[in-house]
């Protein structure tokens, strides 16, 4: 998931696929990355951008020995599907 950006000026994570770009915006404050919302180009939409921008997210969250607190309805949804991510919330 190397291709996953943290665009931390821009408080997001971005995905580029095919000229499009995902983001997953967050706020970031003691240790705790809130994620606030998920956008996927409609033209990358039933792909799996979505979740492989949300897999690489949480890969660089849990590598930096944050938490994750999912406001994201998206986010919440793709760690309610994949046990591995649970220990990251907060």
């Known amino acids: 998931m ?5 665009n931390a000026a821009e408080q997001r994570f971005e ?8 983001i997953a915006a967050y706020e970031r404050d003691s240790g705790v990355v809130t994620f606030t919302h998920t956008v996927v ?5 039933g792909q799996g951008v ?6 690489g997210a949480l ?3 849990q ?3 944050e938490k994750v607190r999912p406001l ?3 986010v919440a949804g793709y760690i309610a599907q994949h046990p591995q991510w649970q220990d990251l919330r907060a």
């Open 2 to 6: 190397n291709d996953v950006i943290d």
């Open 41 to 45: 180009p409609s033209a990358l939409r």
């Open 50 to 55: 979505g979740s492989r921008l949300i897999e």
């Open 63 to 65: 590598e930096a020995g």
């Open 59 to 61: 890969t660089q969250v």
């Open 72 to 74: 994201c309805t998206f």
């Open 15 to 22: 995905l580029e696929v095919n000229g499009h770009t995902a």
